[in-house]
């Protein structure tokens, strides 16, 4: 192994008065067992604590921060562990919300949308093309209105400012020009398709990960594996999850998959106080919160080789027969991979860890799909499969794909607010709303927002300088894309050698993002590295050929340490 760089980079402590350093953007096991012995021996409050570490959690932290206050993010897992890494990796502009007549989501997503791809997040979000093929036996209706409700949401991406140049508008594409987005579409009876343009997500873990990096940057002390046993509005009480035995150290073995234990000492447990606590913890929110009646909603995706529909270059749409405002599809996907997706099913019942996809999900994805394929999908052909839950409000009864994806800000009796509900590509508006209401509340010192202009690490105009920019041409293209301007960074601190060779064959992630997810993103066990930092955990086969040298970043990540 070769040494180009310290396990945990950077200075952690928050300036003080006579302080010019800012801390660092690096999340490591370092960093967590500092901050959290700070903590331990605290008297006096902190400006704000907010419970979860989603993308929701994340935002607030980094709002937050940004405006000056002191901020602690307590995540009882780590970093996108629920909601946040089980979406569709969309930032979508609410076309469905604007079909509904739901124009105030529809516009705010349109809106928020644009920041994330022109400011805040453009390496991580990018434009991706939705085709929807119209066949000879396509009723009337369902011929006609995926092209008005597209024209309707470029006429949208124009009020919200996003530039044709970025997004370009919706538009009619002949048989040939379909076939070009999506080499397996069925041929027979195609006349046309509608085209429009939304954005993807490089990965939504991803996302989550820079949000929590750039708020620790500006002084949040972001803690995974610190569970909230109690909360009110000023108060919480803390368990380690990892306890004293191995705490600053990432973690190799250990129980369970993911490697992490936890000791039994009462010592393990601490209470912080605040001015103000916020609980963003998504579908657990009646967990924290009593009284908060949150609805889950089952979203599963299956995940395909890019092969079975010819690699296509664009989402292949497919109309829900019976419906007119539900779709199917087919995303492409990192490593090669689609994801086909989306259902919406009812999840009553106890709110697990990771929702697992049922039989008649699977069923129902494939034949929504193979009805505009050439070659019917099989249950040989997929990979893999994910599960995730939308933290719906509940308004009673009704279908959860009727029930509102707005948002709602909670407090309750003891003071502590609660957020739920919403979507991920509001996840910024959400915090803004949030950190305004508490500041009102508690007096604090907050300045203005400034989210909407903040870049995140990696994009154009952070200010964390990227090593060697006229070296990104010697990069790999999987790596620039998914570090934006940190990518030379990225191979600069690998703990591992060979930095740029493969994690295993056939995958396009590196060695020194393996080595980079333990020194600076926080990373502290397999699971994290495979299923978080990397998508490689969604397949199981590349999981097992990636799982040695996830281990090797870890072990190189704890010998840095000593």
Not at 374 to 379: A, D, H, N, P
Not at 473 to 491: F, I
Not at 551 to 562: K, T, V
Request: neutral net charge; aromatic residues 4%.
């Amino acid at each position: 192994m070769t040494g180009h760089a310290k396990a945990d980079p950077g200075p952690t402590a928050r300036p003080g008065p006579t302080d010019a350093r800012a801390p660092s953007t690096a999340l490591s096991a370092g960093r967590r067992a500092r901050e959290l012995a700070e903590l331990r021996g605290r008297s006096t409050p902190v400006d704000l604590i907010v419970i979860g570490g989603g993308i929701t959690g994340a935002g607030i932290a980094l709002d937050a921060a940004s405006r000056g206050l002191e901020t602690v993010l307590l995540e009882a897992h780590d970093l996108a562990f629920g909601t946040s890494r089980w979406s569709s990796k969309l930032a979508h502009g609410g076309l469905r919300y604007l079909a509904t007549g739901n124009v105030a989501i529809a516009r705010r997503s349109a809106v928020e949308r644009g920041i994330m791809l022109e400011r805040t997040a453009p390496h991580l979000v990018r434009p991706l093309a939705q085709v929807v093929p119209v066949y000879r036996d396509t009723q009337p209706v369902g011929a006609v209105l995926p092209g008005l409700g597209f024209v309707a949401g470029t006429v949208l991406s124009r009020l919200a400012g996003t530039r044709a140049d970025r997004l370009p508008g919706a538009r009619v594409l002949g048989p040939r020009r379909v076939a070009e987005y999506v080499p397996g579409v069925r041929r027979d009876g195609l006349r046309f398709g509608h085209l429009n343009w939304d954005c993807q997500l490089v990965d939504d873990a991803r996302l989550v990960t820079a949000v929590a990096r750039t708020a620790a940057g500006h002084g949040a002390r972001v803690i995974t594996r610190a569970r909230v046993l109690e909360a009110s509005g000023t108060r919480v009480t803390v368990r380690d999850e990892l306890g004293a035995s191995v705490a600053g150290r990432a973690v190799v073995g250990g129980p369970g998959a993911g490697g992490a234990a936890r000791s039994d000492d009462d010592d393990d447990e601490f209470t912080l106080s605040a001015r103000a606590v916020v609980s963003a913890t998504g579908v657990w929110a009646g967990q924290t919160t009593p009284g908060v009646r949150v609805r889950p909603s089952r979203g599963t995706h299956l995940v395909l080789d890019a092969a079975a529909l010819g690699h296509p270059v664009g989402a292949l749409t497919v109309p829900v027969p019976g419906e007119t405002n539900r779709f199917c599809f087919a995303i492409p996907a990192e490593f090669g991979r689609l994801h086909v997706g989306l259902t919406d099913v009812d999840a009553p019942g106890p709110v697990p860890d990771v929702p697992e996809s049922t039989e008649a999900e699977i069923d129902f994805l494939l034949d929504v799909v193979n009805r505009a394929l050439e070659v019917r999908l099989t249950r040989d052909d997929v990979l893999g499969t994910f599960a995730g839950l939308r933290p719906l409000v509940d308004s009673g009864d009704g279908d959860t794909a009727d029930l509102s994806r707005d948002h709602a800000l909670l407090t309750s009796d003891n003071g502590l607010v609660t957020i739920t509900g919403g979507k991920l590509t509001e996840y910024r508006l959400m915090a803004e709303q949030v950190v305004d209401l508490v500041a009102g509340r508690a007096g604090l010192p907050a300045g203005p927002c400034r989210t909407a202009d903040l870049p995140l690490v990696g994009a154009p105009g952070h200010p964390v300088a990227a090593v060697s920019a006229t070296s990104a041409g010697l990069l790999p293209a999987s790596l620039v894309a998914r570090y934006g301007q940190e990518a030379g960074t990225v191979v600069a601190a690998s703990l591992l050698d060979r930095p740029l060779e493969a994690v295993a064959e056939g995958l396009d992630v590196t060695r020194a993002e393996f080595s980079y997810a333990v020194t600076h993103e926080g990373a502290l066990t397999v699971d994290d590295v495979l299923d978080r930092r990397s998508r490689i955990g969604l397949v199981a086969t590349d999981r097992a050929a990636a799982e040695p040298v996830a281990r090797q970043a870890l072990a190189a990540g704890r010998a840095a340490a000593d």
